[in-house]
């Protein structure tokens, strides 16, 4: 047995500050702290979210690593998220992450927060198992939509993806439609196990076997409640768990049929989910029910892996870390990168 690893990974890319040390592929700790401040705006606004991560950066860190039980001299090496995201939520990260490697005098690693979202399945827990290669996985989130076939821990290709809105913007732009805070998409979720998820019937979109589409569903909603409180005002108040029950059935059978398509034209049937999408319940319990209905092998992360966290910066920093993949002091984030950069 070699030395072992401690990694630092340190997510800022978009509303949460975060921060995990893990011991190899064990997750020692990870703290997140969520910024509340953006609920009454009814979505992130950039300029508080940078605020927010230079007020927390320093405190979650510290968290992380007293949590651990390990000093910051213990480390092997700093992860950060280098893109994508917010510009100025993902310099906080990586400022402080080239300070710390620089003053520690350790390896600096910088990870794609879509491949971090899909390696979160490498976190060895005893509740979940490791996917085999080939796996599909279905990264829903708040920014993205994806299938992604991956062949090796750093070899992926995309077969389909979001042609205009994020399958997490749905959800909330849907949630804002009904005067929910954001971000909607719990909320959804928590009241669509009270409804009738037959209730009412909303169009799915027509695009490429294995592409996605939201907007057009999300105006159709709008259409829908406009039409249907001008006829009576307190429609919501009166209609909200079956509303909110019909419309995440309808997202999950999108996802459902997309997932079908993708296991038909790839032929592989390991079959993970990811990013904060992947906590829905609905879509949870859907696959599980694959395994048998269509004898699919289904990797359905834990709760707290789902939502942006460190510990997936972390695992994925680890993984490079094996192959002695670090980044130069130069390194600048990038607002834009896909999952195969
Ligand atoms: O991965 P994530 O934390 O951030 C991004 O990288 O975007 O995903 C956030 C998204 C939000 O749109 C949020 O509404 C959605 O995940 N979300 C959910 C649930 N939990 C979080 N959507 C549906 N059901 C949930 N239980
Ligand atoms: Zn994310």
Not at 1 to 24: Q, W
Not at 35 to 50: F, N, R, T
């Amino acid at each position: 047995m070699g030395k072992p690893v401690y990694i630092l990974g340190i997510e800022s890319s978009c509303d949460d500050t975060s921060a995990s040390v893990i011991c190899n592929a064990k997750v020692l700790s990870n703290i997140v702290a969520n910024q509340e401040i953006h609920s009454k705006y009814g979505g992130v606004v950039p300029e508080l979210a940078s605020r927010a991560h230079q007020q927390n950066i320093v405190p979650v860190i510290h968290q992380a690593i007293e949590k651990a039980n390990i000093s910051k001299e213990d480390l092997s090496a700093v992860a950060f998220t280098r893109g994508p995201g917010l510009m100025g939520s993902l310099l906080v990260g990586t400022s402080f992450a080239k300070s710390l490697a620089l003053g520690l005098q350790i390896p600096l690693i910088d990870v794609n927060h879509m491949q971090a979202h899909i390696l979160s399945h490498f976190i060895e827990e005893s509740s979940t198992k490791i996917p085999p290669f080939p796996f599909i996985c279905l990264t829903i989130s708040g920014g993205h939509t994806q299938i992604v076939k991956i062949t090796n821990h750093f070899e992926m290709e995309v077969l389909g993806e979001t042609i205009d809105d994020a399958v997490g913007e749905a959800f909330d732009k849907s949630a804002k439609i009904l005067g929910l805070p954001y971000p909607g998409g719990p909320m959804i979720d928590k009241y669509a196990k009270l409804g009738n998820p037959k209730a009412f019937k909303f169009t799915k979109p027509k695009v490429g076997d294995l592409d996605f589409s939201f907007s057009g569903l999300k105006t159709g909603i709008l259409y829908f409640i406009e039409k249907n409180q001008r006829i009576n005002s307190n429609f919501i108040k009166e209609n909200l768990h079956d509303i909110c029950a019909s419309i995440q059935h309808t997202i999950v059978e999108i996802l459902m049929d997309k997932l079908k398509n993708a296991v038909k034209y790839s032929g592989i049937k390991q079959i993970a989910i990811a990013g904060g999408v992947s906590a829905n319940s609905e879509i949870r319990n859907r696959l599980h029910l694959a395994e048998k209905q269509f004898g699919w092998t289904t990797y359905i992360p834990k709760f707290e892996y789902t939502t942006d966290n460190a510990a997936m910066i972390a695992i994925t920093g680890y993984l490079k870390y094996l192959k002695n993949e670090y980044a130069d002091v130069s390194v600048t984030a990038k607002a834009r990168l896909k999952v195969t950069q």
